[in-house]
């Protein structure tokens, strides 16, 4: 039976509220006099949804969906308008209220946005649970020559990284981070053939010629592949340009302190930092970024017997999740 915690410091206007909703036997009423009482006893049971009104002693609504939603980010919160609280209204709005009535329509319309919040919430809360159930995630990507893609793919993975409990913020953005430099070479420097010795030399002449390859072929009709394959124990990236390639061997130390400021050493520095093992094909044109779940030291690129075995096990385990 969904749980509907009202708050509202007039008696008055909680008798209201609640005998709208009443209307519906399937609802379960609780009640607050102020955004304080209303997390004292959200502390005791999480209600379903919160309906609160936005002037109130104490805590005001504005305040109340503010905590809610950094306490109770799954709760939505349904704000009652009055006249001249309009600006208060999209405030809240902002900070994640869910939805309004106004206090004039309460008869009409509370009881239809409860039941429309909950329907929605309900739903975002099911697929969140069974989200949670995901033990591996595997996507494959072709991306044209376009950067603008590049942001919401490394995005998207991080969201599954977020939902395998793959790393913390700090570390997924890390990854993202890895993920973007990567990305970015394979269609710059990849596809586009555009040479980063160009870049911090003559910044105009580097983005005229990357906007010049973008419309003549056969760098206009080349692609970039992408694989990942995510699991609770592992992150593993493998990203494919079309371009020619180039000898592996002959990047520059990252470590090296004189290719610190050189536009062709940062990104291999950062990606070499922020991942566990970020490794090369012979050919030059697809690196594979490797990241561990609880991994204290790095190996480099190359990987020891047991890592080998980690990998192989991991993968094993996401071919059968599949």
Known sequence: MPRVLVVDDSAVDRHLVG????????????????????????AIQVPDVVVTDLIMPEMDGL?????????YPHVPVILISSRGSEEIVVQALQRGAASY?????LARRMLATVRNVLAVSSSQQRQVRLMECMTCNECTFELENNSALIAPLINYL??????LGLGDEAERTR???????????????????????????????????????????????????????????????VIR???????????????????L???????LLLMKTFMDEVIYNETGNEVTLIKYANRQEKTGESSSTSEVCESAKSEASCEQAS
């Open 19 to 42: 005998q709208y909703l009443e209307a519906d036997e399937d609802l379960q009423i609780d009640y607050a006099v102020h955004g304080r009482e209303a997390l004292d006893k959200m």
């Open 63 to 71: 305040e109340l969906v503010g905590e809610i939603r950094d306490r």
């Open 101 to 105: 009535v106004p206090k004039r329509s």
């Open 158 to 163: 991080q969201q599954i990284m977020e939902t």
């Open 175 to 237: 990854v993202g981070v890895a993920l973007e430099e990567a990305l970015a070479n394979a269609l710059y420097h990849g596809n586009l053939q555009v040479g980063s010795e160009l870049r911090g030399e003559d910044d105009e002449a580097y983005y005229r010629l990357i906007q010049e390859r973008m419309r003549t072929p056969p760098y206009c009709h080349r692609r970039i592949h992408v694989r990942a394959r995510l699991a609770r124990d592992m992150a593993k990236f």
């Open 241 to 259: 340009d079309e371009g020619p390639g180039f000898d592996p061997n002959s990047l520059p130390d990252p470590t090296d302190p004189a290719n």
């Open 261 to 267: 400021e050189k536009a062709s050493g940062r990104g």
